[in-house]
């Protein structure tokens, strides 16, 4: 049963929805759409991007947290129909990306990260879990929190926030591997193949 949260959401959603896929980086239509996602809880985070069949799609996202899945899931089956809208309940993997993101640190700095000559690990642990392990160069400036962020993004815009829900327990960006993986690492671009087999 959907709530009056969420019933008042995609009405408001549905009105502005020409706006902002005439001017996607409306700030003001932006902001609010932050604070409406941010009343249906604010633990959800979301994004905007170009369409896989529609010139727009909006993601309301889980934010990697397995305990908010269904919530989110719920939200976007009360999505309306639109026609320059399609709506996603995790972050999808970008078709073509060019391994260079960027996001907003706690302090409201802009970090820049290129993330193209990263190396892997995958970890296979007799429990049946799965982490993976990210090397990049010059990234000793990165506090813990923003490592995290840079790792789940490349991850999220590589494989989709479903794989990693469904496939990864743990990730974590590295200075070093360190000698026990000595040249086990794969490239960054090889990732999609070895967890989704494609």
């Known amino acids: 049963m959907k709530s009056e949260k969420t ?3 995609w009405k408001w959603f549905r009105e502005v929805a020409g706006s902002l896929s005439t001017n996607i980086e409306n700030p003001a239509l932006l902001k609010e759409l932050d604070a409406r996602i941010r009343e249906l809880d604010p633990r959800l985070s979301w994004e905007i991007g170009p369409g896989f069949s ?3 799609q909006l993601a309301i996202s889980p934010n990697l947290n397995r305990n908010l899945r269904d919530l989110a899931r719920q939200i976007v089956s009360g999505a309306p129909n639109l026609a ?3 709506f996603y309940p995790t972050r999808q993997p970008k078709r073509e990306w060019s391994y260079k993101l960027e996001f907003e640190t706690t ?3 802009t970090l ?3 993330a193209s000559t990263w190396c892997f690990i995958m970890l296979r642990y007799p429990t049946g879990t799965h982490e993976v392990l990210l090397k990049g160069d010059e990234l000793s400036h990165l506090n813990k929190d923003e490592r995290w962020q840079a790792a789940a993004i ?3 815009s590589i494989l989709g926030e479903d794989a990693i829900l469904d496939r990864i327990d743990d990730f974590e960006l590295v ?3 360190g000698d026990r993986f000595e040249g086990k690492q794969k490239p960054i671009q090889n990732l999609r193949q070895v967890i989704l087999g494609f």
Do not use: A, I
Request: glycine share 4%; hydrophobic share 30%.
């Open 154 to 156: 490349t991850l999220e």
């Open 54 to 56: 529609k010139p727009w």
């Open 112 to 114: 820049r990260v290129d």
């Open 107 to 109: 302090d409201g700095q």
């Open 84 to 86: 320059s809208w399609e």
């Open 175 to 177: 200075d070093d591997f």
């Open 7 to 9: 019933n008042e959401f």
